[in-house]
């Protein structure tokens, strides 16, 4: 009685198991700040009316969504006469412009910035590369050759700030300040490594 008590118990253990016990049992929610999976087109304009009765503009209330996912909301004060005859548009200046490319060199390393892209050329290959907070900083460490480089180029672009190089021992390490928080990836292409900001 034992014996077949212990093998029903073995059989409804093994007839209810999972393949892979490992894998949750709730699948999460896909993450609120995907990059690639929630990226929109840049705002442009939006034009709204308001009803006939109105006649002072108060202020306005803006809900957006940080890189984390979270969301906030910042009002404005206004408090102005308005016409409700004519429309209200909320716009971005600048929104859409043509990317230039701007080209800067620390020797032996050549850089160029186009839009959101900082391009690294350099046959060097990267050891590391992190994120440092305040201001936000890019760090990626290459190969080092003989010379010696202490350098810093201010370029005040959108997204990027500045380019320092360093020496130490094993490495040159290349520091990209930012004009505010990113996430970012480093590809290689071709014969330039690619910085991409989002």
């Given at each position: ?37 929630n ?32 969301i ?59 994120l ?55 590809n ?8 991409s900001?989002?």
């Open positions: 009685m034992k014996k077949i008590f212990i093998f029903l118990c073995l059989f409804l253990y093994i007839s209810v198991g999972r393949e892979n016990p490992f894998e949750p049992l709730l699948t999460p929610k896909e993450s609120s700040h995907d990059s690639s999976k990226s929109k087109n840049y705002f442009e304009n939006f034009d709204f009316k308001l009803p006939t009765t109105a006649r002072i503009l108060k202020s306005i209330t803006v809900t957006y969504e940080n890189i984390d996912g979270s906030n909301q910042k009002t404005l004060d206004i408090d102005e006469s308005i016409d409700w005859h004519y429309p209200l548009r909320l716009s971005q200046k600048s929104a859409i412009v043509s990317e230039t490319t701007s080209y800067y060199t620390i020797s032996p390393f050549e850089f160029f910035i186009k839009g959101n892209k900082l391009y690294i050329h350099t046959a060097a290959k990267i050891q590391r590369n992190f440092l907070p305040n201001p936000y900083r890019i760090v990626i460490d290459v190969d080092r050759k003989d010379p010696s480089i202490n350098k810093n180029i201010e370029i005040n672009k959108k997204y990027f700030t500045k380019i320092s190089i360093g020496t130490h021992n094993a490495f040159y390490r290349i520091v990209i300040t930012l004009d505010g928080q990113y996430r970012y990836e480093v290689r292409e071709n014969q330039y490594y690619v910085l900001v989002q």
